[in-house]
């Protein structure tokens, strides 16, 4: 059975730094895509990006390139979100999601986290 | 590519049927369209992908159509338990992009 489980909520300060993570199993962790997307509250989701456990490749929204880094721990089949410095907009709930096989067909989201609530609050 | 869901609010009785749009800024390549639902509370559930591919599990009131830049769920017959918010997306190449949603109601 695939499972993502996710890390806790998290409460930070401005400025500071967060990794959240997902830990994978039930499948070949480096063999399927696995990214993150974001909900605020009460709003829509948005596509943070996605990591290729495989080979790192990695790729990012452009509304989120150069204030997150996505990375993963093969050896322990977890994925990471990380911020060096957050923003009250910041605030919201992750959720990690993994893809179906293969690039560009396969990139629709078949599992979900149970999603990390971020506050981000001075 | 940009998603454009309407209605933004669809509110129907019980066993009425329910048509909910999603367009694309451009054409998608290939449909490369998946469809949410998020119930309240709870996580997103994929429902279609490849525009009309139903996924595991998925009763057949929900169909998807749809090609090039107009793309549509349907809702065959309402249940109480379809309450939910459906989000499209597209993935025919990164960046994936969602659309804002369509909140389905009952009356």
């Known amino acids: 059975e695939v499972q993502l489980v996710q890390s806790g909520a998290e409460v930070k300060k401005p400025g500071e730094s967060l990794k959240i993570s997902c830990k994978a199993s039930?499948?070949?962790?480096?063999?399927?895509?696995i990214g993150w997307v974001r909900q605020m509250p009460g709003k829509g989701l948005e596509w943070v990006g996605i990591i290729y456990p495989g080979d790192s490749d990695t790729k990012y929204s452009p509304s989120f390139q150069g204030h997150v880094t996505i990375s993963v721990d093969k050896s322990i089949t977890t994925a990471y979100l990380q911020w060096s410095s957050l923003k009250a907009s910041d605030s919201a709930k992750y959720y990690c999601?993994?893809?179906?096989?293969?690039?560009?067909?396969?990139?629709?989201?078949?599992?979900w986290g149970q999603g990390t609530l971020v506050t981000v609050s001075s | 590519i940009v998603l454009t869901q309407s209605p933004g609010t669809l509110s129907l009785s019980p066993g009425e049927r329910a048509t909910l749009s999603c367009r694309a800024s451009?054409?998608?390549?290939?449909?490369?369209v998946a469809w949410y639902q998020q119930k309240p509370g709870q996580t997103p559930r994929l429902l279609i992908y490849?525009?009309?591919s139903r996924a595991t599990g998925i009763p057949d009131r929900f169909t998807g159509s749809g090609s090039g830049t107009d793309f549509t769920l349907t809702i065959s017959r309402l249940e109480p338990e379809d309450i939910a918010v459906y989000y499209c997306q597209q993935y025919g190449r990164p960046p994936l992009t969602f659309g804002g949603g369509t909140k389905v109601e009952i009356k």
């Open positions: 451009q054409s998608v390549s290939s449909s490369y």
């Open positions: 039930g499948y070949g962790f480096s063999s399927y895509w």
């Open positions: 999601t993994r893809y179906a096989p293969g690039y560009s067909s396969g990139l629709y989201s078949v599992y």
């Open positions: 490849a525009a009309s």
